[in-house]
């Protein structure tokens, strides 16, 4: 892989695509610690920055072939009986005082694809979020789902709400992941790319922020193919791409049909990383930056977006069925799934938890190195003040590792990546994780 000025870097044989601490390894919930957790909820939040609110609708109408998270088949009667138990779950934590002395300038509706919801079901569920949480006045307003159901009734009811709240802008999460109609008929996206397309243009004539999910490394695809994509989500002028090289999850159709041999195998690593430079050269000339976990962006809210710069000091409250990005101080957890399972927990008035992590010392401190694989530099005083030395003090040998192969950088206030870093982010991060 050439780096600027064609310097060689290849620190690692290849590229990691899952970063440490995730819902995977969390354990699963216990007398003691789900104590822990609603005694915690009774104390006041002290951190002082702002958080995330993410309440998941996990239902999409059809299925991604690569797609991991525990989504259900859309159907009218349970999304209704569904929404009723994720207002239930928000109204439970926004009873707390933890919750009732935090504040919150992201509402970010996630999960499946909240776009199956009808106008009203979304503005209603905003509205609810509106009601019972202390939104900042500059809220953030984020809504996911697919290019096919996004209608312009939908993105009407959303910017209007938005307006009416006085967010500071609005963005429509679109999970596009190529333009190739071939590909994506592979991959079980259902409209075209011509579609896709028309959709993110109803987005922006709307004054509304399109982000748009685009994979690389995808069966069959080339370098070719990967341009294209680059290219198109550029002069569609999207305010940012998701940029993420595919890692094929077990069990998922994709898998099964690689394994198979019914769609083409995916690059080696040599290629993920010539996509991913491709790429990153071609965003750079168009003016988008890297920002976040995988996002390549040209609006300044995606580089100072509490989920990012807050991490992992704010907090985040994801609620509904099977979600797993929720955390809270020292608590990470996943919620129960399937939705109708989810469903009669709450009914019962309890906090629908599967797993639930409760992090050491050590934990927390490796929590912070991983800030560098969401761009965010590590402030060495404040890990100094919160946790009695220096991170080369508490991390020396993988610092001192990362520094020689010149990915990451230190000087008296902070650490970051170098930009020969960014590539190997998530492998950066590990070496923390693992010492």
Not at 88 to 109: C, G, H, N, R, W
Not at 187 to 194: E, P, Q
Request: aromatic share 12%.
């Amino acid at each position: 892989m050439n780096g600027k000025g064609g310097e060689r870097v290849q620190p690692y044989e290849e590229v990691e695509n899952w970063p440490p601490y995730t819902y995977r390894e969390y354990p699963e919930v216990t007398v003691e610690n789900i104590r822990a957790f609603t005694d915690f909820l009774k104390t006041e939040n002290d951190v002082g920055l702002k958080m995330e609110l993410q309440p998941w609708i996990s239902f999409c109408d059809s299925k991604c072939t690569f797609c991991y998270f525990p989504n259900e088949t859309f159907s009218k009667e349970i999304l209704g009986r569904y929404l009723g138990a994720l207002k239930k779950e928000l109204k439970m934590y926004a009873e707390t005082p933890y919750i009732q002395s935090s504040f919150f300038d992201e509402v970010v509706l996630g999960g499946g694809s909240p776009s199956v919801s009808s106008p009203h079901q979304l503005v209603d569920l905003l509205s609810f979020c509106q009601e019972n949480f202390n939104l900042t006045e500059d809220v953030m307003v984020k809504v996911a789902g697919c290019t096919h159901n996004f209608n312009i009734e939908k993105l009407m009811a959303i910017s209007n709400f938005a307006r009416k709240v006085g967010a500071r802008c609005t963005q429509i999460d679109l999970g596009v992941q190529t333009f190739d109609d071939k590909i994506r008929k592979m991959l079980n996206i259902l409209d075209s790319a011509d579609q896709a397309a028309k959709t993110i243009k109803k987005v922006r004539k709307l004054g509304l922020y399109a982000c748009i999910d685009l994979m690389y490394n995808l069966p069959g695809e080339t370098l070719d193919v990967l341009r294209k994509d680059v290219e198109k989500a550029m002069e569609l002028g999207v305010e940012g791409v998701d940029f993420y090289g595919l890692d094929i999850h077990p069990e998922t159709p994709l898998e099964k049909q690689v394994k198979s041999g019914k769609v083409p195998p995916i690059g080696d690593s040599d290629m993920e990383k010539k996509m991913y430079m491709e790429a990153y050269e071609m965003f750079e000339k168009g003016g988008y930056k890297p920002a976040g976990h995988s996002r390549f962006s040209k609006v300044k809210e995606h580089f100072t977006e509490s989920c990012c710069a807050g991490w992992p000091w704010a907090g985040q409250l994801t609620t509904g069925s099977g979600c797993f990005m929720g955390y809270l101080g020292r608590f990470s957890y996943v919620n129960i799934a399937p939705a109708k399972a989810y469903i009669d927990v709450v009914a019962k008035g309890a906090f629908p938890i599967a797993k639930l992590s409760v992090d050491s010392k050590q934990d927390q401190m490796r929590k912070v190195m991983t800030r560098l694989y969401i761009r965010q530099p590590v402030d060495r005083l404040k890990f100094k003040e919160e946790f009695g030395l220096f991170p080369e003090e508490a991390f020396p040998k993988a610092i001192k590792r990362l520094k020689s192969k010149g990915l990451v950088e230190v000087d008296d206030r902070e650490i970051r990546l170098t930009e020969a870093g960014d590539l190997w982010r998530y492998n950066i991060v590990w070496e923390f994780c693992r010492s």
